[in-house]
């Protein structure tokens, strides 16, 4: 089990709004004259602190979205706090609040031009976590826009050691 906070930390210089309704539905998010692109766009990279720990202890992942493209990519991000993580005994866990709910189809529109980044902190609580190393990947899914799909960052290893 996790508990997450989001705490939403957005670089504003280099964020602009997709031309998107409110409520921004799937193959409506589309930034005007952009073309649907078929391979991803971004990579993905996390940062967590601390990255010594004990299970049950708060950390801060700091995740960098970059358009590696040459076109602007306009998405609406279905999560902004997804991950995986394998801990020392094989268990995969995984977690994040998705966007895309039964009750609301609301998502996040944004647009964001070649060669920027865009970052984001989100603090969370890994609670059933064994000790021993454990391979933290971020995760960042586009619902709908230019692109669609999910990009991963490269692993990040913890250490979590026994609570005492």
């Known amino acids: 089990m996790f508990r ?6 957005v670089s504003a210089a280099t964020l602009f709004t997709a031309s998107c309704a ?12 952009g073309p649907f692109l078929t391979e991803n766009p971004f990579r993905l990279s996390v940062h967590v602190e601390p990255s010594r720990m004990t299970y049950g202890t708060n950390i801060t992942v700091t995740y960098t979205l ?22 020392a005994t094989g268990a995969r866990l995984g977690g994040g609040t998705t966007l895309f709910t039964g009750y609301s189809d609301t998502t996040d529109p944004f647009r964001l031009p070649p060669s920027r980044t865009l970052s984001w902190q989100v603090r969370m609580v890994l609670d ?10 971020g995760l960042f899914q586009s619902g709908a826009g230019n692109w669609v799909g999910t990009v991963r960052s490269d692993p990040v290893v913890l250490e979590v050691f026994e609570g005492g």
């Open 128 to 137: 059933q976590v064994a000790p021993g190393p454990a391979q933290f990947r």
């Open 4 to 9: 997450l906070t989001l705490v939403l930390v």
């Open 66 to 87: 970059t358009n590696a493209s040459t076109e602007a990519v306009g998405v609406c991000a279905a999560g902004w706090d997804s991950f995986e993580l394998i801990d």
């Open 22 to 33: 409110s409520a921004c539905q799937p193959l409506m998010c589309l930034v005007p004259g």
